[in-house]
T-cell receptor
Framework: SQQGEEDPQALSIQEGENATMNCSYKTSINNLQWYRQNSGRGLVHLILIRSNEREKHSGRLRVTLDTSKKSSSLLITASRAADTASYFCATDHNTDKLIFGTGTRLQVFP | DAGITQSPRHKVTETGTPVTLRCHQTENHRYMYWYRQDPGHGLRLIHYSYGVKDTDKGEVSDGYSVSRSKTEDFLLTLESATSSQTSVYFC?????????????FGQGTRLTVV
């Protein structure tokens, strides 16, 4: 299976704290993407990092990519209760497929 | 919101019956995907399409078939539903396959096989 894995599986923090979640994958990629899913809803794209990029920022999001370790991390700074959701990484390989990881459930307490 | 509609949104069916889920898009995107989501497994790719009549298997394709006779519609069929196919099914679309583009998701179909 090409499916990646994320850790932690679940994360609970207080508002204002930073949240970091990690994604590991198995084979070479064109890009890696992060998505968010609110309970019972479809996934929403957050950010895309290409295989030749090492870091990318979007608002309170910071994504890093280490292709030598086949891993990525998503950092959400100054978290808010509204950030409570599940977060998934997805890898775009040299095919037409987009393969998702197992996800991290983030709970942010007010 | 990207123009993706999944139907039905909820369905309960009996073991052994055929079931077809529909994904309809108004974006004219070339790529369409079917995923299933189960606790502990995240999203797993069932089948995908890279054009009209062009489809390929994903990670968990056994027991499923797909068809795409028009750009806007991608159908997922369970020929003979089993309890292990109880899941939430998501359709996604992408403008291209390998040119660093994001996917847009439908709202999901909750299927229960009893």
């Amino acid at each position: 299976s090409q499916q990646g894995e994320e850790d932690p599986q679940a994360l609970s923090i207080q508002e204002g704290e930073n949240a970091t979640m990690n994604c590991s994958y198995k084979t070479s990629i064109n890009n890696l993407q992060w998505y968010r899913q609110n309970s019972g809803r479809g996934l929403v794209h957050l950010i895309l990092i290409r295989s030749n990029e090492r870091e990318k920022h979007s608002g309170r999001l910071r994504v890093t990519l280490d292709t030598s370790k086949k891993s990525s991390s998503l950092l959400i700074t100054a978290s808010r209760a509204a950030d409570t959701a599940s977060y998934f990484c997805a890898t775009d390989h040299n095919t037409d497929k987009l393969i998702f990881g197992t996800g991290t459930r983030l709970q942010v307490f007010p | 919101d990207a123009g993706i509609t999944q139907s039905p949104r909820h369905k309960v069916t009996e073991t052994g019956t055929p079931v077809t889920l529909r994904c309809h898009q108004t974006e004219n995107h070339r790529y369409m995907y079917w995923y299933r989501q189960d606790p502990g497994h995240g999203l797993r790719l069932i089948h995908y399409s890279y054009g009209v009549k062009d489809t390929d298997k994903g990670e968990v394709s056994d027991g499923y078939s797909v068809s795409r006779s028009k750009t806007e519609d991608f159908l997922l069929t369970l020929e003979s539903a089993t309890s292990s196919q109880t899941s939430v099914y998501f359709c996604a679309i992408r403008k291209t396959g390998t040119e660093n583009t994001e996917a847009f998701f439908g709202q999901g179909t909750r299927l229960t096989v009893v």
